[in-house]
T-cell receptor, first 111, second 112 residues
Framework: AQSVTQPDIHITVSEGASLELRCNYS??????LFWYVQSPGQGLQLLLK??????LVQGIKGFEAEFKRSQSSFNLRKPSVHWSDAAEYFC?????????FGAGTILRVKS | NAGVTQTPKFQVLKTGQSMTLQCAQD?????MSWYRQDPGMGLRLIHY???????DQGEVPNGYNVSRSTTEDFPLRLLSAAPSQTSVYFC???????????FGQGTRLTVV
């Protein structure tokens, strides 16, 4: 079975600072990868996805992610964080007919 | 469009009671799924369906039943609630597992 690891449970960054959230996956072939965001008390919303092609993927809200096969990683980045980015972020990988999520990273933004 | 609608939003059950969490989507998606979310464990797949009449188990199916009689609806049944089933439950739908999943707002279930 495929799996996703998000090594950081919590991350705190200052408003305006850059952000990188880590995601490592286990999958032999080219994976289908996603990043979702969950604001408090809400459902999940898709930020971006990678299926194939360009390894740098642009998403909504100024986020991007880079697929690195050699490192089995799909890290999420944002050049300048806003207070409204405080949320929980989930990396996910497709495993056949299943979408498998990581444990999530809680982002705190300090002013 | 309403998207994915889950009811109820909150529920308290006593141990041993049964109930059904409702999920409906109006996007004509073939693929629907149920997850539970627990702190530090992310979202874990309970059951999923690739179309009407077809369901399969996910990672944590024990204690839950599903059926899919229509494209729109995918209810989740708790047969005999246990405190370990206290969680937030999310329903999602998409064209397939490889496409963007649209999530409902969740049901917060407490079993006492």
């Amino acid at each position: 079975a495929q799996s996703v690891t998000q090594p950081d449970i919590h991350i705190t960054v200052s408003e305006g600072a850059s952000l990188e959230l880590r995601c490592n996956y286990s999958y032999g072939a080219t994976p289908y990868l996603f990043w979702y965001v969950q604001s408090p008390g809400q459902g999940l919303q898709l930020l971006l996805k990678y299926f194939s092609g360009d390894t740098l993927v642009q998403g909504i809200k100024g986020f991007e992610a880079e697929f690195k096969r050699s490192q089995s990683s799909f890290n999420l980045r944002k050049p300048s964080v806003h207070w409204s980015d405080a949320a929980e972020y989930f990396c996910a990988v497709v495993d056949g007919n299943k979408l498998v999520f990581g444990a999530g990273t809680i982002l705190r933004v300090k002013s | 469009n309403a998207g994915v609608t889950q009811t109820p939003k909150f529920q308290v059950l006593k141990t041993g009671q049964s109930m059904t969490l409702q999920c409906a989507q109006d996007m004509n998606h073939e693929y629907m799924s149920w997850y539970r979310q627990d702190p530090g464990m992310g979202l874990r797949l309970i059951h999923y369906s690739v179309g009407a009449g077809i369901t399969d188990q996910g990672e944590v199916p024990n204690g839950y039943n599903v059926s899919r009689s229509t494209t729109e609806d995918f209810p989740l049944r708790l047969l005999s609630a246990a405190p370990s089933q206290t969680s937030v439950y999310f329903c999602a739908s998409s064209y397939s597992s490889r496409y963007e999943a649209f999530f409902g707002q969740g049901t917060r279930l407490t079993v006492v």
